[in-house]
């Protein structure tokens, strides 16, 4: 894929830009069988490719800059604005909304945050896009001191940015290299956005977790339920749910799912989803969500599921979670991971649960990320 801010030395994010994306591909599925295979030899499906530009549905940019002339995008080494606000990777109505923010931010004078000399006010701007291009818009400040800047403008920001659902400043006073803070304050009505993924409504609050490629992401979903429908279990389990996806999309009138995770707001969310779908949260046909450690739903929730599927953060299952699904009577485990390396490790933690079935999802290109989605069945 071509893309000017690589050809001009001002952006190395997307490491292997260079490579043909079919061989990217190719090399992925290498990398993540070579780790898994030792464990089981599944039979690999076909990869699930990306498009090569403007798939991804979250940009978090840096501000920098001056007042009046902000740079949205990353920092050089020396600490300095880089500007990204074209980058291929966005589509077009996230791109749109980057420049129009760009000129809100200059038109009501908002301060970026200097690194180097520490001091300014606006750190980051987050923006999320769903496929029908409305949008959550989060400002990152240091403090409250520029909030009102932002609160009274937001008819300005409204006319610039029409499809903003959901609006939000989040502070972050800390000097690191830390994206945003624990405090969000909401200026919109509206808190969460919609994410449509496969005729599901899912909904996505500010600090919740959602994967970033909107349209992989979906066939991810789709191939895990496949999976489900196949095994066709009585009961499942959903662990690390952020807000949802899998459970809801694995919901039947005979099967009892329940999800757990350990972001509240990402558990209201789902639950949200939930009752807007008509689901009940006992009994078969349930859908339920717990805010919980998934170490510690073994414990939490009462019997044994009949599959469980699990899809951590890139750390992968905690030890004690490989043991008690390797001791338990819990039949197929599905198991997404971003990352290959513990996915292999938790593999070798649970020897009585054999890969089956496996798939390559991208939904990283140009980078060396992925996802990767795998049945294990016992015995
Ligand atoms: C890779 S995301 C998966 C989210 C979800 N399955 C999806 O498809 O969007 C991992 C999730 O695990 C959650 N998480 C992190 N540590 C956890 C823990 N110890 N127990 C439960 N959930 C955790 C994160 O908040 C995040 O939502």
């Not at 500007?83 to 077009?92: I, M, Q, S, T, V």
């Amino acid at each position: 894929m071509e893309c000017g801010y690589y050809d001009r030395d001002l952006c190395r994010s997307c490491t292997v830009i260079e490579v043909p994306y079919a061989r990217q591909l190719a090399r992925k599925q290498q990398l993540v069988r070579d780790l898994v295979d030792s464990h089981g030899e599944p039979r690999w499906l076909e990869p699930v490719a990306s498009v090569e530009a403007g798939f991804r549905n979250k940009a978090k940019m840096v501000v920098a800059g001056k007042v009046g002339a902000p740079t949205l995008g990353i920092l050089d080494r020396g600490g300095r604005g880089i500007d990204l606000r074209d980058c291929p990777l966005y589509p077009e109505p996230l791109t749109r909304a980057i420049h129009a923010l760009a000129e809100f931010i200059a038109r009501v004078r908002l301060l970026p945050y200097d690194v180097a000399k520490r001091r300014g006010e606006l750190k980051h701007l987050i923006v999320t896009g769903n496929p029908d291009g409305r949008l959550m818009i989060r400002f990152v400040l240091r403090s409250t001191g520029q909030l009102a800047k932002i609160r009274d403008n937001t008819d300005l920001l409204r006319e610039l940015v029409p499809h903003a659902d959901v609006l939000s400043v989040n502070i972050q006073p800390e000097h690191k290299a830390v994206i945003e803070g624990a405090e969000e304050i909401l200026l919109s009505r509206q808190g969460e956005l919609i994410m449509p993924v496969n005729g599901i409504d899912l909904r996505v609050r500010p600090r919740s977790f959602f994967q970033t490629n909107t349209r992989v992401t979906e066939q991810l979903y789709r191939q895990v339920a496949d999976w489900v429908d196949a095994v066709d279990p009585a009961s499942v389990w959903d662990l690390y749910c952020g807000v949802g996806g899998f459970a809801l999309h694995v919901a039947a009138p005979t099967r009892e799912v329940a999800g757990t995770e350990i972001s509240a707001e990402a558990v209201a969310s789902a639950r949200d989803t939930a009752r807007a779908m008509g689901l009940p949260d006992e009994g078969p046909g349930s859908v339920r969500f717990l805010a919980d450690d998934a170490a510690a739903t073994p414990a939490d929730l009462p019997g044994t599921p009949e599959l469980a599927i699990v899809n951590p953060p890139r750390r992968g299952l905690e030890a004690s979670l490989c043991a008690w699904l390797e001791n338990s009577s819990v039949d197929h485990v599905v198991y997404s991971s971003c990352n290959a390396t513990t996915l292999a490790r938790d593999l070798g933690r649970m020897p009585s649960l054999r890969p089956v079935e496996a798939r390559l999802l991208d939904m990283f290109p140009h980078t060396g990320h992925y996802e990767v989605a795998v049945l294990l069945r016992r015995g």
